[in-house]
């Protein structure tokens, strides 16, 4: 019973949390807060202390796999936040593999994005000034800030995605 609400909270979330990306082009804290608590409350019912360590574990996990991303500026607060609920939920294992899927998924998405703006040459062009930095200077040049013209990408899509993927090749038993 306990799997079964994890799940259905999860899909809720993660469903309004897409809806609020595309629409808004942000993931509110008292959605993720919410489904963090959850998380962490569902686990601890069902599981005591053993649940609640579980949880706390894929809140931190989710956190550090996202968060490098943010740091560099790549990534909102919001997707760093909703991996960390999401961990909660799945536990600091799965949420590795949820993530793993949704930074394979956000590659395949960046890319269709550069395609239909146009922006393929431009991203090429910046790969080849960073790589000739990079053997000219032996250090990677630091970026003076983010281009606002750059197609924004919507991360709680690709997040949902990757998470359902996991779930579903955990529930078949080939992860």
């Known amino acids: 019973m306990s799997t079964f609400l994890l799940l259905f909270g999860l899909a809720v979330g993660l469903v309004v949390a897409a809806i609020s990306d595309v629409r808004e082009g942000r993931i509110p804290n008292w959605l993720?807060?919410?489904l963090a608590v959850f998380g962490i409350g569902?686990?601890?019912w069902a599981h005591g202390w053993d649940g609640f360590l579980f949880s706390l574990g894929g809140l931190i996990m989710g956190l550090v796999c996202l968060m490098l991303f943010?740091?560099?500026g790549?990534?909102?607060a919001g997707d760093v936040k909703l991996l960390g609920a999401i961990g909660t939920i799945l536990g600091p294992g799965q949420v590795v593999f949820a993530f793993t899927f949704a930074a394979m998924l956000g590659g395949l998405y960046s890319l269709g994005l550069l395609f239909n703006q146009g922006g393929m040459r431009h991203a090429w062009d910046r790969?080849?000034?960073l790589l000739s930095t990079l053997k000219i200077t032996r250090t990677l040049p630091v970026s003076g800030g983010k281009i606002s013209a750059?197609?924004?990408l919507?991360?709680?899509l690709v997040l949902g995605l990757g998470t359902v993927i996991a779930q579903?090749?955990?529930y078949y038993g080939v992860l």
Do not use: D, H, N, W
């Open 42 to 44: 569902v686990q601890s």
């Open 127 to 129: 790969v080849l000034l």
């Open 150 to 152: 750059e197609p924004k």
């Open 154 to 156: 919507r991360y709680a």
């Open 32 to 34: 993720t807060g919410s």
């Open 74 to 76: 790549g990534m909102g």
């Open 70 to 72: 943010y740091i560099k």
């Open 168 to 170: 579903t090749l955990f």
